[in-house]
């Protein structure tokens, strides 16, 4: 926005506009600093004695070819919702079909007891293959891939032991344990005809569905409510791995779980509003790189502005309201900013609306005006400090060109978040000025294929493929790939 429209705001305004611009502007140098530190990092991560990005290996030993067959279901327990497919890989090169089933996922079970979690992941399994196929108890057992989108250790590919719960989860007794038998007893118990080929995370996913139609594909990330990469890695540039004497040149796909960069402070930009939200989430101190960039989290941030602004200085915007709806802590979510920063008219009427049905308040002009500025400087923050995170993995690999895949809420919802990361990637990279404006990125993220359906299926499809030529390796229960 130009300094132009903020000739009517008064100074005191100004002053605060200006505060959070120096608070939220991450500038080029500093994007540059913060993807160095972030290289390091992810080589840290894969090191004997490990770092702070947990830097997963996945199992996941190969890039689809596109001829992969068959069919399998697919299980996406992400943040928000539940969904079931089931997908069939055609014969013909890169296509498939797919059916499948959202659930809600409950808000009382994201913190509640963890045998409740799996059965209700059970039923909705149940009621998906019944409608599906009839009568449960005539049927072989079906292949899955079960997407579990939380940082999680594999020493195989049908295991996840889970290391933290993120995105507000907070269910006892689950972390440090290995999630597939829980999940296993409560499919037993029902008799749901189901044998787990693979526990996938979203990010794997979405880089194996990507590389299904498109070759370029070398990373897959997620920007959704948490955010997060995976790339393949060589197994000899994994020294985690050397005890196991896999071929230096084996492919294995990393879930990087990036959200965890920099937990301990020492590039990121940190504001008092995100170490508010740290420190009043579930797991304070976790997830510091995913706290600044994620959906979960940019309407909270937002929020928490407001009510400084509100309480704490001389402003005291939204004077003799009642703010008590903006109080309660997320009760803005991100399409909150979203909406905010798609008003198309210059006085903000659509802005002024959302504040008066959502929130019971009414804001004026000038407020109005530090209001879009506020949702810019947080969707732009998330965007450029996400680039870091390509960038460094690009740098790290020595890719100079390639595609990486993209889904999630944010990416796919956000306004200019596409834009505004790709301005930051050419900052940090150096590209130069692009001669023609439809010209490619050398690096361009792109939408993603549907990476916890269509992925999750590919990687089912290529472990059986790979056990059935006789690599054994990473896999718990060979009995249920015959
Ligand atoms: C999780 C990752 C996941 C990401 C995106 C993060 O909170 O730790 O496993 O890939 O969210 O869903």
Not at 125 to 138: M, R, Y
Request: some cysteine; hydrophobic content about 35%; charged content about 25%.
């Amino acid at each position: 926005m130009s300094s132009g429209s903020f000739v009517d705001v008064p100074k005191d305004l100004l002053k605060e506009i200006k505060r959070l611009e120096e608070l939220f502007t991450v500038d080029t140098a500093k994007l540059k600093q913060i993807t160095d530190h972030f290289v390091n990092e992810l080589e840290k991560g894969l090191s004997k004695e490990g770092g702070t990005i947990p830097m997963n290996p996945t199992w996941v030993m190969s890039f689809p070819t596109g001829y992969e067959t068959g069919t399998f279901l697919a299980l996406d327990m992400g943040g928000t919702n539940l969904r079931v497919c089931q997908i069939t890989l055609t014969e013909q090169k890169s296509e498939f079909d797919i059916i499948q089933s959202k659930y809600r996922m409950p808000e009382e079970l994201k913190t509640g007891v963890a045998e409740d979690l799996w059965e209700y992941i059970a039923e909705c399994l149940l009621q998906f293959i019944q409608t599906h196929h009839g009568d449960v108890s005539k049927l072989d057992k079906i292949p899955l891939g079960f997407t579990f989108s939380y940082p999680a250790t594999q020493n195989y590919i049908d295991e996840g032991i889970l290391q933290r719960w993120t995105k507000g989860f907070d269910i006892d007794g689950v972390e440090g344990h290995n999630v597939v038998p829980m999940f296993e007893k409560a499919l037993k118990e029902r008799g749901v005809p189901i044998k787990l080929t693979a526990l996938i995370n979203d990010t794997t996913g979405t880089l194996i569905a990507s590389a299904y139609t498109d070759t370029k594909m070398k990373i897959g990330c997620i920007f959704g409510t948490g955010c997060n990469a995976a790339y393949m890695e060589d197994c000899g540039s994994i020294p985690k791995l050397e005890h196991l004497n896999l071929p230096p040149d084996t492919p294995m796909a990393i879930n990087c779980e990036w959200g965890a960069f920099d937990n301990e402070h020492k590039v990121l930009p940190q504001t008092p509003y995100d170490q508010s939200i740290d420190s009043d989430s579930p797991r304070p101190g976790q997830q510091a790189f995913e706290k600044m960039i994620a959906g979960l989290y940019l309407g909270e941030i937002f929020r928490l502005i407001m009510v400084d602004l509100h309480d704490n200085h001389d402003v005291n915007i939204f004077s003799g309201q009642d703010i008590g709806k903006l109080r309660r802590p997320y009760t803005l979510d991100s399409s909150f900013l979203s909406a905010i920063e798609d008003d198309p008219f210059e006085n903000l009427s659509e802005t002024r609306e959302l504040f008066q049905n959502q929130l019971g308040i009414d804001p004026n002009q000038s407020e109005l005006e530090l209001i879009r500025r506020t949702a810019e400087l947080i969707g732009t923050r998330a965007a450029r400090l996400s680039a870091c995170g390509v960038a460094a993995i690009s740098k790290k690999k020595g890719y100079k060109e390639c595609h990486v895949g993209a889904d999630g809420s944010v990416f796919n919802k956000y306004p200019h978040f596409k834009k505004r990361g790709a301005a930051a990637l050419r900052e940090i990279l150096d590209w130069p000025e692009k001669a023609d404006p439809n010209d490619d990125d050398p690096i361009e993220i792109l939408a993603a294929e549907d990476g916890s359906g269509v992925g999750a299926a590919l990687i089912a499809a290529l472990t059986l493929e790979r056990v059935k030529k006789g690599n054994m390796h990473g896999i718990l229960h060979p009995e249920n790939f015959q």
